[in-house]
């Protein structure tokens, strides 16, 4: 008997009791290959020895220190890792638990921002539809997913959505690149345009969408337009990397390769590594002025930021991926997997996408690989994928539900950064005979 309020009650979870690089090991003795990262978050793997030590020494100096009366040694030094190799711009760090927290940070930095520069009347933020940015109200009211808002309709603040880019789905017959990003970019345009452009304050957007769509990388050039949009009508871009940034993708911020610089970035689940809670809001130098010299303050805070023990922990994380040169594994190991899965499942038949960035890896199933009409949501594949995957000691991030109106299954990979050529052979292996065994029932 569990006195937890698991999420899913009626579902029985396996006990995790240990981690073993890229493994967790349950009470039964079984080992499963963390092939998500739980949900894009262990980019470590478990129990590094020197994240662990990291805790244990800022434990044994000062766990906690509440901001109002201190900052900390390894807050500073974490901010400073940070913003040295950030985009052009991103010049202050604002410290949270999480990724919704990071998201609410952001829209409360981006509205305070224009009531301090005497522009209150900006108060519209315009997102994706089909994205996902948090569970907390503020996050969960930008986010672009129906189902998951519908019962907190009345609560949430406004929002306004304009499609993703997402070309597998959504880019016409015929349509090249740069029409198809183009007309994205108008789109946006005309929703600023419609609302009023000087009531507009934020555009937000993943820059590698991972949580509704399973790593859906960016057409060329998309971002350089969105942020011309932006600029154009004075709104600010507020990028959301929580699951798509820390190196996920092979470059320490996903944006990076996307040429441009967002007015704030949000980072989380790979900043902690899931060894310590934390998350992280990236200021650009103009924001950060308007604040300090106008109110003095930002309106917004919580107990739990700049933890001393979770900066020490994801500080030591942030060393590590450096002196092991992890992205660039990150990089190769990102296109071995891609290349093994495109060959473990060419010519198949309900596989209709393989897509992504670094380690960030999706694959969409689809029922009919021509039409790319998806299987039928009641029969839920992508639940029994994961099933199936859980049975061969294999974790992988299944997505579907309904989305706007629209439904499909997806599988997300987001493997640690440790892996080697063997544990990706081995990843792909168990993925395609539990993907197999998941659709055995469609076939029969
Ligand atoms: N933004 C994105 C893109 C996410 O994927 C998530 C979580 O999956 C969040 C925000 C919310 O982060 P958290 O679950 O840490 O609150």
Redesign the pocket.
């Known amino acids: 008997m569990t006195a937890i309020f698991h999420r899913a009650p009626r579902q029985t979870l396996p006990v995790a009791v240990t981690g073993d690089g890229i493994e967790i090991i349950d009470a039964m003795g079984k080992r499963y290959i963390d092939a998500s990262g739980g949900?894009?978050v262990s980019c470590l793997g478990h129990s590094h020895p020197r994240i662990v030590e990291a805790i244990e020494q800022q434990a044994r100096k000062l766990a906690y220190a509440h901001t109002s009366f201190f900052t900390t040694e390894p807050a500073e030094a974490l901010a400073r890792h940070l913003v040295e190799r950030a985009p052009a711009g991103l010049a202050y760090v604002y410290f949270v638990s999480?990724?919704?927290?990071?998201?609410e940070a952001a829209l409360k930095l981006a509205r305070q921002y224009f009531v301090e520069i005497g522009q209150p009347e900006r108060r519209h933020i315009v997102a994706r539809r089909q994205?996902?940015?948090?569970?907390?109200l503020g996050?969960l009211a930008i986010g672009g997913n129906a189902r998951r808002r519908a019962p907190f309709e009345p609560l949430l603040i406004e929002a306004h959505h304009v499609s993703p880019c997402y070309a597998y789905r959504e880019r016409l017959a015929g349509e090249t690149d740069e029409a198809y990003v183009q007309r994205l970019a108008d789109e946006l345009e005309q929703t600023i345009v419609a609302l009023g452009p000087d009531t507009v304050a934020a555009f937000v957007a993943?820059t590698v969408?991972?949580?509704t769509l399973g790593a859906v990388p960016p057409v060329a050039d998309y971002f350089r337009r969105i942020r011309a949009v932006c600029d154009k009508y004075g709104v600010l871009l507020i990028l959301?990397?929580?699951?798509?940034g820390m190196g996920r993708t092979g470059h320490l911020y996903a944006c990076e390769e996307e040429a441009i610089a967002p007015d704030l970035l949000?980072v989380?689940?790979g900043l902690g590594a899931g060894y310590q809670?934390i998350?992280a809001v990236l200021v650009n130098e103009r924001l950060y002025d308007a604040i300090v010299g106008g109110s003095g303050f930002f309106q917004h805070g919580h107990t739990y930021i700049g933890h001393a023990i979770a900066c020490a922990a994801a500080l030591e994380v942030q060393r590590v991926i450096v002196e092991e040169n992890l992205l660039a594994n990150v990089r190769e190991r990102g296109m071995q997997l891609r290349a093994s899965l495109r060959e473990r499942f060419a010519g198949h038949a309900h596989i209709g996408d393989i897509r992504g960035r670094g380690l960030f890896v999706g694959i969409e199933l689809v029922e009919d690989v021509v039409s790319k009409t998806p299987f039928a949501p009641e029969r839920a594949l992508h639940v029994a994928i994961k099933r199936e995957a859980m049975a061969r000691g294999l974790m992988v991030y299944p997505m579907g539900g309904t989305v706007d109106g629209w439904r499909g299954d997806h599988v997300l990979l987001a493997p640690p950064y440790i892996c080697t050529c063997e544990d990706i052979e081995r990843i792909v292996e168990r993925l395609g005979d539990a993907i197999e065994a998941a659709l055995a029932p469609f076939r029969a």
């Open positions: 949900a894009a999480g990724g919704s927290e990071a998201m994205s996902y940015h948090g569970n907390t996050a993943e969408v991972g949580a959301d990397e929580v699951m798509c949000t989380a689940k809670p998350g």
